[in-house]
DNA sequence: TATGAATACGAACGATCGTACGGTAACCTT
DNA sequence: AAGGTTACCGTACGATCGTTCGTATTCATA
C-alpha cells in the first residue's frame, strides 16, 4: 500500500480492483445474484454509495466481477500451464493439474466462480449470462485447441473428436469442484484425477503424462 | 379439479402442492434463494400471506421446495427404470436413459432442480443446504447400489469401483444440463451419451445395454 | 488559474423482502 | 350445537434492495 501519492484516477482503479476482489469472494459462495451493493460496500470497507458510483449500477458490477474472476482464472490456471508446459499433451495435462489446484486451493472462496456462475445464469438471459458463457466458451476453445495440437502431434492416437473430450474433462472437472465443496474433502478431485487418467491411457497417451495429472506441482 | 366437496383440510394440502410445484420452477431457475414468498404468491395465484402462512417461514418453504423436487425426481427417473429394467446392468443404463429424459424434457423449467441447488448451496451452510446434499447423496447410493448389483452379475467385468463410476456418470449428467441450458441445445446430451457409452463399452458391458443409452424409450 | 471530470460520501427515494397480526369463512371434532 | 382448528386474505412492520441527488474533495486539462 503505498498511497499518498494519491492520484484520484489511479486511485479510482485501486479502488474498483480492491472492490472487486471481494465481489468474487462473495459472488461464487452466494451467487453473482447474490453479490449485494451494500454486503460489497461493507466487505470492501467503502460506503454504498461510492460502490454504487463507482460501477453504475448492479448490472455493470456485475459484468466487472465476471471480467475480474476471468484475469484471475487466467492467472492462476492458464499462465501457469503455458509456463511450464509445451503445446501438446503436456499441456493438456498441466491445464487439468493447474485447474485442479485452482479449485483444490480455494483461490475464491466458494470455488471455481465460473461453475458457479454457469449453472446460476444456465437459464437467466441477459448481459450477464451472455458474459458467463463467453468466459466459459473462452476456456472451453482453449482446452479444446490445446487437445487438438496433441492429436496432431500424434500423442492422442485413440481420439478422433477434440471437443467430445473436453466436455469429459470439463465435467469431472466441475464434478469435482461441487462435490468437495458440498461434502467439505479433497477425495473429488481424486476422482476426477483418477477418471481422467483412465481415459487418456484408453486413448494412447504416453503413461509419463497421464501420471502427471492430479499431482501438485509444487509443494507449497 | 374436482373441488367443491372443499374440505378445508384436504383443500390446504392440495393448495400446498399447487404452490409447490410453481416454487420448483421458479427455483430451478433463479435458485432456491430466488425463490421468493411474494413472486411465488403471483405465479400460484395467492396472497403473499396465504402463501407464508402455509409454509412457515421462507426457511420452511425452501425445505418443503426441495422435497417436492425429490418425490418428482424419484417419479420421472427411479420410477421409470424400476419398471422398464431388472436389476444390473440393464437398470444402469435405464436410469441414464431417464435421467436424460428427465433433463431433456425441461420437467422443470430451469433443467434439473438437484444440479442448481446442488451448486447454489455448496458453499452456503443450513438446513437447507442439508437437504439438498441429502437428496443428492440418495440419488447417488442408489446410482451406486446398482452398479454393484451389476457388477455382482458379471455385468461389468472391467469395473472394481461402483463409486468412481458413479462420479464420472453423474459427472457426464449434470454437465450435459447445464450446457444444454446454457446453448440452448440438446447435442450436449449427446456428448454424455457417448462418453458413457464409450465408458461402459471399456469395462466389457453387453454391447447391447451400451447401445440403449440416450435412446429414448418411446416415441412421445 | 479557471473548468470539467472523477472519487467518495451521507441521505433519501420507492420497491420489495420476510414476517407478524387481525379478521373472516369454512371444516372438523365433541 | 358449540368450540377449535385451519385456510386465506388485507394490512402493516422494519430491513434491505438498487438507485439518485447533493456536496465536498481532488486531479487533469485548457
Redesign the interface.
Known sequence: MQEQLDGRRARGDESRRAILAHAIDIA????L??LTIGRLADAAGHSKSGVATLFGSKEQLQLATVTAAREVFVERVIAPARVRSERGLSRVSALISSWLEYSDERVF???CFF??A???Y???PGPVRDAV?SA?SDWEDYLSLSIEHAMTAGELPGLDDA??LT??I???L???N??S???GSAA?YD??A??LRS?LS?LGADPARVAEIGRVPTAS
Chains 1, 2 share one sequence.
Open positions: 461464487s459462495v452466494d451467487g445474484d447474490g472462496r466458494g470455488g461453475a458457479a454457469s449453472v446460476e444456465d437459464a437467466k458463457i466459459s471437443r467430445q466436455f469429459e470439463v465435467s469431472f466441475e464434478a469435482a461441487t462435490r465443496l458440498m461434502y473429488p476422482r476426477a483418477t477418471a481415459r484408453g
